[in-house]
């Protein structure tokens, strides 16, 4: 399975994006999905993640209240809608699928990686 996130760029402080990821390259895209950042000098850290069924979503506390995860019609896409943007949310962004979800899927144990995508807040 491949997993390709789009949707990244320069934003004001305050503004919003909107990340996408399609998986391909599968048959049964019956993943959670989930995101991740890493920003410059730091660690890659967990940011959100969606069930299978979309029934449960998980946030980081840094993006709670701000971001929004959701999957798309077609099961193998999901979305990530940032709102209030704050410089600290530059970063660049990857999409990432595992089979369940578990406390380890914070963690970064993963079973697919996307390339990332870049976000840059100006203040």
């Known amino acids: 399975v491949q997993l390709q996130a789009s949707g990244g760029g320069l934003v004001q402080a305050g503004g919003s994006l909107r990340l996408s990821c399609a998986a391909s390259?599968?048959?049964?895209?019956?993943?959670?999905m989930g995101w991740f950042r890493q920003a410059p000098g730091k660690e890659r850290e967990f940011v959100a993640a969606?069930?299978?069924?979309?029934?449960?979503?998980y946030y980081a506390d840094s993006v709670k209240g701000r971001f929004t995860i959701s999957r798309g019609n077609e099961k193998n896409t999901v979305s990530l809608q940032m709102n209030s943007l704050k410089p600290e949310d530059a970063a660049v962004y990857y999409c990432?699928?595992?089979?369940?979800?578990?406390?380890?899927?914070?963690?970064?144990?993963?079973?697919?990686w996307g390339p990332g995508t870049l976000v840059t807040v100006s203040s």
């Open positions: 990432a699928a595992r089979l369940y979800y578990d406390g380890s899927f914070r963690m970064g144990i993963v079973d697919h």
């Open positions: 390259g599968g048959t049964d895209y019956n993943y959670v």
């Open positions: 969606i069930s299978r069924t979309a029934s449960g979503t």
